[in-house]
């Protein structure tokens, strides 16, 4: 009788870490859906911010 519970407490086990990797996929697949649409959304912030990169290296880097 007690390994009939173990098979079933294993059973009820798996069956949560199935769920909860379902769900985190079905997140997942959600987040790359709206990618595109967040990269467009945050381009636009950039250009609109007039759309300039200022790099700036420090001293010590240049060469003697």
Request: glycine fraction near 8%; avoid cysteine; aromatic fraction near 10%.
């Amino acid at each position: 009788m007690r390994l009939l519970h173990l098979i079933a407490a294993l059973l009820v086990a798996v069956a949560i870490i199935s769920f909860v990797l379902s769900a985190l996929g079905f997140v997942l697949a959600g987040a790359f859906k709206l990618l595109p649409g967040v990269l467009l959304v945050l381009t636009i912030i950039f250009f609109a911010q007039g759309g300039h990169v200022d790099i700036r290296l420090p001293e010590k880097w240049k060469r003697k």
